[in-house]
């Protein structure tokens, strides 16, 4: 990976860990969208993707792309996947293996499971970003992201009674 690809998983992982326990220090509506202020898997995921989103919302206007619409196309594509495949990765070590008893091996576990699913994203981004987009492809992508992002919105503030919004214990 590049310096640029880097300096983006880092930034995505000190603003995601930084946001991470803001509602509870500071609880108002915009902390309970964008932080985690339950231990929920999809309020992990909802974070990824507002913090991918966020920053690749300055990244653009960092790097002033050529092409727009294959960044821009590229980035929300990125922005969902970040939220599913790092829940995905996650996952993986609990059904094979087994809960993870210890908090800190569980936050440990979570870091490396950021990191790099960060890394997998961000690699897969440059090479969707080459691809030319017509307005269909656009169209769908654009429709896919705000489906995802009205979900993470309204989930936000009024949870479903379903089990992907139930708080899990560490190590239960």
């Known amino acids: 990976m590049k310096q640029k690809q880097w300096i983006k998983v880092l930034t995505v ?5 930084s946001l991470h326990f803001t509602y509870e220090y500071i609880p108002c509506g915009l902390t309970q969208l964008l932080a985690c202020p339950q231990e929920t898997l999809f309020h992990h995921m909802k974070m990824a993707f507002f913090v991918y989103s966020l920053v690749s919302f300055v990244e653009y206007f960092i790097l002033k ?3 727009k619409e294959s960044f821009i196309s590229s980035r929300m594509i990125s922005a969902i996947l970040i939220s599913y495949l790092s829940f995905v990765i996650w996952i993986f070590v609990p059904l094979v293996f ?10 440990l576990y979570s870091n490396l499971v950021l990191g790099s699913s960060l890394a997998a994203t961000i690699y897969l981004e440059t090479s969707i970003e080459k691809i030319s987009f017509n307005k269909k492809l656009t169209s769908v992508i ?4 705000s489906i995802v992002l009205i979900v993470f919105i309204l989930a936000a503030f009024t949870t479903p009674d379903i089990e992907i919004f139930a708080p899990y214990g560490h190590g239960h």
């Open 98 to 107: 087994g809960p993870i008893h210890q908090v800190w091996l569980e936050i």
């Open 142 to 145: 654009i429709a896919i992201y």
């Open 13 to 17: 992982w000190v603003l995601y860990v």
């Open 65 to 67: 792309p050529f092409s």
